[in-house]
């Protein structure tokens, strides 16, 4: 399959979407947030992908709603808000929330508005170091959306995500890795070099034991002690009647890198 405005490639237990309109700063169009849906439910159903990493093509990330579609009236960009039916937006979110696969955000420039939130609902976040993030909703009128009010003060705080919401600041990337909003910082050209090094080492794990611990980092600050314990024996007796448990002993006994089915 092959879409406009959303490239797809998959290889190595990798799938790399990367948002394709670099002469509108990868702007979300109507038609783009319906692609990337597409595009991420695709990803999300195939077995052989294990990690999934977004990206945007030319200068930028991702700078939110396209505004000019906006003032045009012909976007759907706010489909949804006013009726039960979920816009694509947070159909994504929810997907990349959902899926028993890590997420990376290789953020290549600016990621602005929907593009940063859209880097939040990743599990992890590579930053070149030219990449720029903000909450700059209010500086055009609008509500934090895909799931910002969620995301950030779970990474920030809630004092951090309300300065930066309510002010609408852009940080630098080493601002966002100070802040943990960003998990690494690395030069411009060698960000998909060291986006694909973290999801490669991550791809040769067992899947299933980190489909498990994804969830269960979701959880952490709503369980207690008592709970998270419960859910590791529980995730661990699973896990120790695998397939892949096996292989990983006998390769460890075997002194050789173990190959994993996510069986």
């Not at 490639?9 to 990798?14: K, L, P, R, S, V």
């Not at 948002?19 to 991420?40: H, K, T, Y």
């Not at 990803?43 to 700078?63: L, N």
């Not at 579609?69 to 489909?79: D, H, M, P, Q």
Request: net charge neutral; with cysteine; charged share 25%.
């Amino acid at each position: 399959m092959s879409w406009e405005s959303v490239l797809l490639d998959i290889g190595n237990h990798m799938a790399t979407i990367t948002l394709n309109r670099p002469d509108q700063m990868n702007a979300f169009s109507g038609l783009m947030r319906q692609e990337i849906a597409e595009v991420v439910d695709t990803v999300c159903r195939d077995p052989e992908v294990r990690v999934i990493v977004i990206t945007g093509a030319g200068k930028a990330f991702c700078v939110g709603g396209d505004v000019k579609e906006f003032a045009s009236g012909s976007s759907r960009g706010l489909e949804g808000s006013t009726s039960n039916e979920r816009p694509a937006m947070s159909k994504i979110v929810l997907a990349l929330n959902r899926v028993e696969k890590p997420v990376i955000a290789a953020v290549n420039g600016a990621a602005v508005g929907g593009g940063v939130n859209l880097a939040l609902a990743c599990d992890i976040r590579i930053a070149s170091e030219k990449a720029r993030f903000g909450q700059v909703f209010v500086r055009r009128g609008l509500h934090t959306d895909w799931g910002g009010i969620y995301f950030l003060p779970r990474l920030v705080g809630y004092a951090k995500a309300a300065e930066l919401i309510f002010t609408g600041e852009v940080i630098e990337a080493q601002e966002a890795l100070k802040i943990g909003l960003a998990n690494k910082v690395v030069p411009h050209e060698q960000l998909m070099e060291a986006s694909y090094e973290l999801a490669g080492r991550i791809a040769k794990n067992a899947p299933v034991p980190i489909a498990f611990a994804k969830r269960g980092l979701q959880n952490f600050y709503k369980w207690d002690l008592a709970a998270a314990l419960d859910y590791e024996a529980y995730v661990l007796g699973i896990t120790a009647r695998s397939e892949d448990f096996k292989e990983g002993v006998k390769a460890f006994l075997e002194k050789r890198e173990p190959e994993f089915k996510g069986r």
